[in-house]
């Protein structure tokens, strides 16, 4: 239960206390008295609005009965990580999409804490051994604005990233493949991506029975950028009343987006 809220100025500490004297064997599963030994702990949880939050709480161990010497488990955090899984979940998101350099801006951590989540939250998430992904969306994310890329590999049904490689190239996408294992990528069944020739080229090589289906985002993105440069030699070519009007046009177009945006969010509550 909580015992107390203490506010530091950029960062709070939440303190936990038991309401059982006794604590949960790892090993046998029973119910035991806890020993005199107690390890206070302090580790990362979720920010509280702007400030870093820590939960603050002890470790117990079991009294000896059944060989088992360590501490007790909690279900919010592994056994010696100093964040919550809430956290290293987040921490592991924002590692999927955004530079290190970004995550730990983001999250108040430094590098080699993001990178140490970042790796163990992803054995944890996903393992390629267990899974047989029929249907993958893959993804390229650009970071350092633009000057380098990911490959994020989602698993479409369980609506999860599943393998993030550096890079963007063929042999990025074979790596996939090869720890995925060939039985398994023969038997892929759609690959969702972009049109991107070397992911198209992998693709072909490690699963030709896909099916390949270049999502709707980038196909829109494509196009749109196909749009955007007609009405740039449209405007261009132009003169002073026609721009007055194309500009309002465009103004036009971009307030009814908005408003679908707007629209759209709504529908999602
Ligand atoms: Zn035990």
Redesign the pocket.
């Known amino acids: 239960m909580l015992s107390g809220v203490m506010d530091y100025g950029d960062h709070i500490v939440v303190s936990l206390r038991k309401t059982h004297k006794t604590t949960r064997?790892p090993?046998?599963g029973?119910r035991?008295r806890a020993s005199k030994e107690s390890y206070p702990r302090i580790i990362r949880d979720l920010d509280i609005g702007p400030k870093q939050a820590y939960l603050s709480h002890y470790k117990d161990k079991?009294d000896r009965?059944?060989g088992?010497r360590g501490y007790e488990r909690l279900d919010f955090a592994e056994q010696y990580s100093r964040a919550t899984i809430r956290f290293e979940e987040y921490v592991y998101r924002l590692c999927l999409n955004l530079p290190l350099k970004s995550v730990c801006e983001i999250a108040g951590i430094d590098w080699k804490a993001a990178k140490n989540i970042d790796i163990h939250t992803q054995k944890r998430i996903e393992d390629l051994r267990n899974i047989s992904p029929k249907r993958i969306g893959v993804d390229e994310i650009a970071y350092e604005k633009g000057h380098h890329y990911l490959t994020v590999v989602r698993d479409i049904d369980l609506g999860k990233a599943i393998w993030v490689g550096l890079d963007r190239k063929s042999a990025t996408l074979d790596m996939f493949f090869e720890d995925l294992g060939s039985e398994k990528s023969a038997l892929m069944e759609i690959v969702v991506m972009d049109m991107w020739d070397p992911y198209i080229l992998s693709v072909r090589i490690n699963c030709p029975k896909a099916e390949m289906v270049f999502d709707e985002f980038h196909v829109i993105k494509k196009i749109t950028g196909a749009l955007d440069k007609v009405r740039k030699t449209e405007f261009a070519d132009a003169d002073d009343d026609e721009r007055k009007l194309m500009k309002h046009k465009r103004f036009l177009m971009l307030k009814r987006r908005k408003r679908l945006d707007h629209e759209e969010l709504e529908t999602h509550d």
Request: aromatic share 12%; proline share 11%; net charge positive.
């Open positions: 064997c090993t046998c029973r035991i079991p009965h059944c088992y």
